[in-house]
């Protein structure tokens, strides 16, 4: 059932830089973005999912997967980021603080006649697009969505049912998101109000990036109260690692002095970043070609620079997993042993699970195991991103055995 061959690892040995961006993702930033989610009337802390048994039968003190798939009625994670960006560009350009940009004033007369509308512009395999265009809907404003190729019926729709215009194109991800910044300068070209609200950062394009990371940075706030003490050890998944990056990020300043041990995730088809790790010279690597993985929301072949540069500084070890990894996390989590929650995790939110797994219950992981010190007295948290976000496919992975 676990084979060497499920997935490959490189521990972090490339040289450190400046750890400019480590800032970004402080506990003081984080807490104007959980403060300005908490005037949402949908919020509600997401549960932290105890998997008292899951723990004993894989050697390790505790395991505890935050469960994203309740997030704002929208199934994942990634409203966090889309919204919280969104205020902070609209606070930009009335020259106030996001403080003062809260759901209230947000969805108010007043910012109509101060502000405006906006056009935001997104590229996505899903999640992302569904929070940007839900976040739109909810504060007056108007979507442009751009999905990939082989992106399904149930996600576009869930799009287009908060009135974003939304297409699926002929390209991959990374492609959506060239044509996603063309047509918004087409937009601003002819003096119409418009930006892209895009979770990767590039050269003169970070931003709006890092706004969304701060967005993110909510879960991991709530997770650390929920869990009341410092986690040994965190997995998480990475597309353009955004959301590894905020991560990461928050808990490297949470624990300045003792971080915990922290264990990227990646589909093995767009790998970039152990890539960029086996390569170990510090620079990032691109992924690029036909991108097929039940794990849509991964396949993404460009890093994000600012996400980058605090992973090779913070990351213990990188992970490219092929999909049984996520097909399994998926099981084990939706049926678990008796006596722990089950967890309704999709492809991306249950990679990181899947990995766990396969460490501490393949002797072809033994090594690994030991290079990170996973063992009886390891605290593990885990993200699981998205729920059923495609429930065909869920579906067919769960009850049918189909990885596809």
Same mark, same amino acid.
């Given at each position: 059932?676990?084979?060497?061959?499920?997935?490959?690892?490189?521990?972090?040995?490339?040289?450190?830089?400046?750890?400019?961006?480590?800032?970004? #993702?402080?506990?003081?930033?984080?807490?104007?973005?959980? =403060?300005?989610?908490? &005037?949402?009337?949908?919020?509600?802390?997401?549960?932290?999912?105890?998997?008292?048994? #899951?723990?004993?039968?894989?050697?390790?003190?505790?395991?505890?997967?935050?469960?994203?798939?309740?997030?704002?009625?929208?199934?994942?994670?990634?409203?966090?980021?889309?919204?919280?960006?969104?205020?902070?560009?609209?606070?930009? =350009?009335?020259?106030?603080?996001?403080?003062?940009?809260?759901?209230?004033?947000? !969805?108010?007369?007043?910012?109509? =006649?101060?502000?405006?509308?906006?056009?935001?512009?997104?590229?996505?395999?899903?999640?992302?697009? +569904?929070?940007?265009? /839900?976040?739109?809907? =909810?504060?007056?404003?108007?979507?442009?969505?751009?999905?990939?190729?082989?992106?399904?019926?149930?996600?576009?729709?869930?799009?287009?049912?908060?009135?974003?215009?939304?297409?699926?194109?002929?390209?991959?991800?990374?492609?959506?998101?060239?044509?996603?910044?063309?047509?918004?300068? !087409?937009?601003?070209?002819?003096?119409?109000?418009?930006?892209?609200?895009?979770?990767? *950062? /590039?050269?003169?394009?970070?931003?709006?990036? !890092?706004?969304?990371?701060?967005?993110?940075?909510?879960?991991?706030?709530?997770?650390?109260?929920?869990?009341?003490?410092?986690?040994?050890?965190?997995?998480?998944?990475?597309?353009?690692?955004?959301?590894?990056?905020?991560?990461?990020?928050?808990?490297?300043?949470?624990?300045?002095?003792?971080?915990?041990?922290?264990?990227?995730?990646?589909?093995?088809?767009?790998?970039?970043?152990?890539?960029?790790?086996?390569?170990?010279?510090?620079?990032?690597?691109?992924?690029?070609?036909?991108?097929?993985?039940? #794990? *849509?929301?991964?396949?993404?072949?460009?890093?994000?620079?600012?996400? /980058?540069?605090?992973?090779?500084?913070?990351?213990?070890?990188?992970?490219?997993?092929?999909?049984?990894?996520?097909? +399994?996390?998926?099981?084990?989590?939706?049926?678990?042993?008796?006596?722990?929650?089950?967890?309704?995790?999709?492809? &991306?939110?249950?990679?990181?699970?899947?990995?766990?797994?396969?460490?501490?219950?393949?002797?072809?992981?033994?090594?690994?195991?030991?290079?990170?010190?996973?063992?009886?007295?390891?605290?593990?948290?885990?993200? &699981? !991103?998205?729920?059923?976000?495609?429930?065909?496919? /869920?579906?067919?992975?769960?009850?049918?055995?189909?990885? +596809?």
């Amino acid at each position: 059932m676990f084979a060497k061959n499920d997935f490959k690892y490189k521990m972090n040995t490339m040289p450190q830089s400046d750890d400019k961006n480590l800032s970004l #993702m402080s506990e003081t930033e984080i807490k104007k973005a959980r =403060k300005f989610h908490e &005037s949402f009337p949908q919020y509600e802390v997401t549960p932290l999912v105890d998997l008292k048994e #899951m723990a004993k039968y894989l050697g390790l003190k505790k395991v505890s997967v935050k469960d994203e798939s309740y997030r704002f009625g929208l199934n994942a994670f990634k409203v966090l980021g889309g919204s919280f960006a969104m205020a902070k560009y609209i606070a930009s =350009k009335l020259n106030r603080d996001v403080s003062e940009c809260d759901y209230n004033y947000l !969805t108010s007369d007043n910012l109509k =006649k101060e502000f405006g509308q906006t056009t935001f512009f997104s590229a996505t395999d899903g999640n992302h697009g +569904r929070g940007v265009a /839900w976040s739109a809907n =909810k504060l007056g404003q108007k979507a442009v969505i751009l999905m990939p190729k082989g992106s399904t019926k149930t996600r576009f729709d869930n799009i287009q049912k908060e009135g974003a215009k939304v297409t699926i194109e002929e390209v991959n991800y990374d492609e959506c998101v060239r044509m996603a910044a063309a047509q918004c300068k !087409t937009l601003t070209d002819k003096g119409e109000s418009a930006v892209v609200v895009q979770d990767t *950062a /590039w050269e003169g394009y970070t931003e709006i990036p !890092t706004y969304i990371m701060q967005g993110y940075g909510t879960m991991s706030s709530e997770a650390v109260e929920q869990l009341g003490e410092r986690p040994t050890h965190i997995f998480v998944q990475a597309g353009v690692g955004s959301l590894a990056g905020a991560v990461v990020g928050y808990f490297s300043n949470k624990y300045k002095d003792n971080p915990p041990k922290m264990i990227v995730v990646e589909t093995s088809c767009a790998d970039c970043l152990y890539k960029g790790a086996l390569a170990n010279d510090g620079n990032p690597r691109i992924v690029d070609g036909e991108m097929n993985s039940i #794990m *849509a929301g991964l396949c993404c072949g460009e890093p994000s620079t600012i996400s /980058w540069d605090i992973l090779r500084n913070h990351v213990s070890a990188f992970i490219s997993a092929e999909d049984i990894v996520a097909a +399994r996390g998926m099981r084990m989590l939706g049926s678990p042993l008796k006596g722990d929650k089950p967890i309704v995790s999709g492809e &991306s939110g249950a990679v990181p699970f899947g990995a766990l797994a396969t460490i501490m219950l393949s002797d072809d992981f033994k090594e690994l195991r030991e290079e990170l010190d996973l063992n009886s007295n390891s605290n593990v948290l885990l993200f &699981s !991103t998205e729920g059923d976000t495609d429930p065909i496919r /869920w579906k067919n992975i769960i009850w049918e055995a189909k990885e +596809r």
